[in-house]
């Protein structure tokens, strides 16, 4: 029991990292998006296309964050392993399996005519 106990602590302990690994690397592209905006302000004379561009760029390190916040999220029960089963019927989706049967079909009505 307590060597599960143990192992749960260290679990807990690495999500724990992973997630302020995740949140250092946010930060980091926000610095990089902003410094690039800087930058393409130089070059725009105009403050209108210097404001939707940032508007823009805004939109995106929002959205991106809301992602990552959302994966960080659903990492998070990670002992359970439960987001692991829900990915794996994942694979069966492929559209490609559903499209080759057509190929053949294609290839044998020219073959008849």
């Known amino acids: ?10 679990t807990q302990q690495e999500l724990h990292q992973q997630q302020m690994l995740q949140e250092s690397h946010q930060r980091q592209q ?14 725009h004379p ?29 990492h998070t029960p990670m002992q359970a392993h439960t987001p692991m089963r829900a990915h794996t019927p994942m694979q069966a989706h492929t559209p490609m399996q559903a499209h080759k049967p057509m190929q053949a079909h294609a290839a ?3 073959a008849a005519q």
């Open 108 to 110: 044998q009505a020219h």
């Open 46 to 74: 105009s403050m209108q296309v210097h404001q939707m561009a940032q508007a823009r760029a805004l939109a995106v390190v929002h959205a991106s964050a809301r992602v990552a916040n959302a994966q960080a999220q659903a």
């Open 1 to 10: 029991v307590e060597w599960t106990r143990q192992s749960e602590l260290v």
């Open 30 to 43: 926000k610095q990089l998006l902003q410094q690039q905006i800087l930058q393409s302000l130089q070059w």
